[in-house]
């Protein structure tokens, strides 16, 4: 596959309200036909970020260059980039129709062309049997993809979605993710998603950016963010993640209890470095093999049966807080276990991710 | 299963304190509203006096038409009442959006703005005739026009930003995200938004502006060219109570009921929203 082409550049982009700094010296390549996530927790300046693409702030310093061309300063009524509001915005007073035809409307477009377009995206978001309602007609689920219809019959270059799954219910969530991902795929259009869902962005991102405190922690693919992450907050609020804290080491961690914890060293720590090594819950084995690097036994302090798979909250002595551990529920068939019982726990050197604590 | 509150406290009542209770309710209404039933009855008494019944007539309406200073006060407050509502209505309208889109320059400019629906009517009566004297402006309908605006923008600000305070300014953002102008935002989407409000607030204004007495007096100037119709009412009310003028004054509240009627309901249809 041939590199894809770049189509919006965020360059060293800074924006501050007054002292507070929302989003520092961000820098960011948005690729043609993608869906990228940006995410984080909220105040990260996830939100700021997104305005700025839309044209509802102005950043302090940097460029924002969509196929080469600076937009940073044009305003949002001239910029080929939609916004698909959190709120979904839709006109009160409008019909289905009104609502998604009004953009096109603004472009002037003949009257046999606008009708065409908005019966085609009224089609592929299952909408036309509520193109006359009003909004205040419709549930939840369905005022979403007007707001959806009504950015996407544009033809943006690049679509913007705020928090768009934010208002749903969790089951209905999840349909619309594999839904924005085929509609994505279908019309051929960016998207950018903001989302403070890490399990959102795992789910639908080609690729993610992690931020914080208005700071680029990492971007990349979720799967490099997740099995990689670039540091502690990244492995702690992607997943599920457990720490053990301790000193570094030539070839992994010195925990507080003197155990030792295998693992390769990044670069960036020296040994002697207070540092905390961690492991995913689905990389631990039970009855681990004798050769496993890493092995400790602990108490089964509580069980979660999840269907799928089953959660142990394992007490040991390496960390204040007990291990979770995720068993699928074809092993744990195999070789139960209850609260209170023993274990050993085990884990291979090359699971384990160590960082700067 | 637990009896209603409601239904308790008014058994825990007496049937005498009940009594007393609706006794009182019913001293207020007629308080309230005898004087006002005793002189629209009065305008349709045939004989004309107060003190006798002789009979229902249409008669002191129809010479009402036959007046014509009253029909040119009439006039005149017609033109007061609907340029000043006008005016007032839309500037009041862009100084609620301004307000409530800026709202950070806190309380100080609120104050401001609502100072003329606080103001006793007489100081400001009296400073609107000593600024136009100042500023050596004929008086006029133009002057009576002005000093309503004055009041009547503080209303009409009042009644919308009422209704702003529930708006969704994500959708003005919407409208430029899909290409629309400033001016086509507003023309298309809030304008439409609020127009009950807007509404409202213009039949509140007008209503207001037809019955107003001091300032209009007050600013009218010499000559009887620019009498309103209180100001007329209150000419010929010097020479007696005549059943013309109660037959006036069952218009004007006519007017104002209706115009205040239709304000609520478009006040209560944004509620609705």
């Not at chain 1, 009224?122 to 006359?132: C, I, K, Q, R, S």
């Not at chain 2, 006002?36 to 045939?46: D, G, R, Y």
């Amino acid at each position: 596959m041939s590199e894809p082409r770049t189509l919006l550049q965020i360059d060293h982009v800074s924006k501050n309200f007054g002292r507070v700094t929302a989003v520092d010296g961000i820098s960011l390549d948005i690729r043609e036909n993608e869906f990228f996530a940006l995410l984080g927790p909220s105040g990260c300046g996830k939100t700021t970020l997104l305005r700025m693409l839309a044209g509802f702030e102005t950043p302090n310093d940097g460029r924002i260059l969509l196929d080469g061309r600076d937009i940073a300063r044009t305003p949002p009524n001239k910029r080929p980039v939609n916004l698909m509001f959190q709120s979904y915005a839709l006109f009160p007073h409008m019909s289905v129709r009104a609502n998604v035809s009004y953009g096109l409307e603004m472009e002037r477009l003949p009257a046999a062309e606008i009708r065409e377009r908005v019966d085609a995206i009224l089609a592929t978001t299952e909408l036309v049997p509520f193109a006359d309602r009003k909004p205040e007609q419709l549930s939840g689920g369905q005022k979403q993809r007007v707001a959806l219809a009504r950015a996407l019959v544009k033809r943006p270059r690049l679509l913007l979605l705020d928090e768009p799954l934010g208002a749903l219910d969790k089951k209905l969530r999840g349909a619309m993710q594999l839904e924005l991902k085929r509609l994505q795929h279908e019309v051929g259009i960016t998207f950018v998603i903001v989302t403070h869902d890490q399990e959102e962005s795992l789910v639908m991102a080609d690729r993610m950016a992690v931020l914080k405190d208005g700071k680029l922690l990492q971007c990349d693919t979720p799967h490099a963010v997740y099995e990689y992450p670039a540091d502690r907050f990244v492995a702690d609020f992607i997943g599920v993640m457990n720490f053990v804290p301790g000193k570094a080491t030539a070839d992994g961690v010195l925990a507080a209890n003197g155990a030792r914890i295998a693992g390769k060293l990044p670069a960036t720590l020296s040994p002697g470095a207070t540092a905390v090594a961690s492991v995913r819950p689905e990389r631990i084995r039970l009855f681990p093999k004798a050769q496993t690097a890493n092995r400790i036994s602990g108490t089964v302090e509580a069980l979660a049966y999840q269907g799928l798979d089953l959660q142990l909250h394992v007490r040991t002595p390496l960390s204040p807080k007990p291990f979770l551990v995720r068993v699928t529920a074809d092993a744990a068939d195999r070789r139960p276990v209850s609260a209170g019982d023993t274990i050993e726990l085990g884990w291979d050197a090359a699971d384990v991710r160590i960082f700067k604590d | 299963m637990l009896p209603k509150r409601e239904a308790t406290s008014m058994a825990e009542r007496s049937p005498a304190t009940r009594r007393a209770l609706w006794l009182v309710l019913s001293l207020v209404f007629a308080f309230l509203y005898i004087p006002i039933a005793v002189l629209v009855a009065l305008s349709f008494n045939e004989g004309g006096l107060p003190t006798a019944w002789s009979g229902f007539s249409l008669k002191w309406y129809v010479s009402l038409t036959g007046n014509s200073e009253i029909l040119s006060a009439a006039l005149n407050t017609l033109i007061v009442a609907l340029i000043s509502t006008a005016i007032a209505t839309l500037l009041g309208t862009l100084l609620a959006i301004g307000i409530e889109m800026r709202r950070q320059y806190g309380k100080g400019l609120e104050a401001l703005i609502f100072a003329p629906m606080i103001i006793p009517d007489i100081v400001l009566a009296i400073a609107l005739l000593s600024f136009f004297s100042m500023l050596n402006l004929t008086m006029g309908l133009h002057t009576i026009i002005l000093a309503h605006v004055v009041f009547n923008l503080a209303f009409v600000c009042s009644v919308v930003r009422a209704r702003l305070k529930s708006f969704d300014w994500s959708i003005v953002e919407a409208s430029a995200d899909l290409g629309a102008s400033a001016l086509t935002t507003f023309r298309r989407v809030t304008l439409p938004v609020i127009l009950p409000a807007v509404i409202a607030g213009a039949l509140l204004a007008f209503t207001l502006s037809v019955d107003e007495f001091i300032i209009a007096f007050f600013t009218a100037g010499a000559g009887r060219a620019s009498t309103t119709l209180p100001m007329q009412i209150y000419a010929m009310i010097r020479f007696g109570i005549t059943p013309e003028i109660n037959a006036l004054a069952t218009i004007v509240m006519a007017v104002s009921i209706t115009a205040l009627t239709l304000s609520q309901r478009f006040n209560r249809g944004i509620i609705g929203q």
